[in-house]
């Protein structure tokens, strides 16, 4: 897995050792994007680089579970990064529940995905069942005779 690979890379080294060895700072570079910036580009100033750093020595495994965690069923039909209403999305990370999210709140359509995420339809099916059966309701209930003077 290139996770650990990358981790290894950059294991018992301290930050002086990593910053001077293109190698090692690749790694901590990639490992920045996938386990702490959901696939973004990581900035490169030496504070940003150092956090990253500490982030990542200390919290690995977690950091690694959660992202091996993430469900991911869900196809964008669109290729690298989509810029929607000031949100960014990659997507070759975009997780189902980021998908969801943004389905719900309008910053993707269904036509963004050549494969829903799963859960998707499921949410959608229960608020149309429920608004059909409202509808129903209204329907079928016979208005009121109004007296007349």
Do not use: H
């Not at 018992?12 to 050792?17: A, E, V």
């Not at 982030?55 to 992202?67: G, S």
């Not at 070759?92 to 359509?109: E, F, H, R, V, W």
């Amino acid at each position: 897995m290139a996770l650990d690979t990358w981790f290894d890379n950059i294991r018992g080294r301290s930050y002086q050792d990593i910053i001077s060895n293109p190698e090692a700072l690749r790694s901590l570079l990639q490992l920045a994007s996938v386990l702490l910036l959901n696939g973004g580009n990581p900035s490169l100033c030496e504070s940003c680089i150092r956090d990253y750093y500490q982030k990542i020595l200390a919290n690995f495994e977690t950091l690694k579970t959660n992202y091996m965690n993430s469900k991911r069923t869900n196809i964008p039909a669109w290729k690298g990064i989509k810029y929607v209403k000031g949100a960014f999305f990659y997507s070759d990370t975009i997780t189902d529940l980021q998908a969801i999210n943004a389905l719900k709140n309008g910053y993707l359509s269904e036509f963004d995905f050549d494969m829903l995420p799963e859960g998707y339809n499921e949410q959608e099916q229960a608020t149309i069942e429920k608004t059909t059966e409202e509808e129903i309701e209204t329907q079928t209930k016979k208005p009121g005779r109004k007296k007349i003077k």
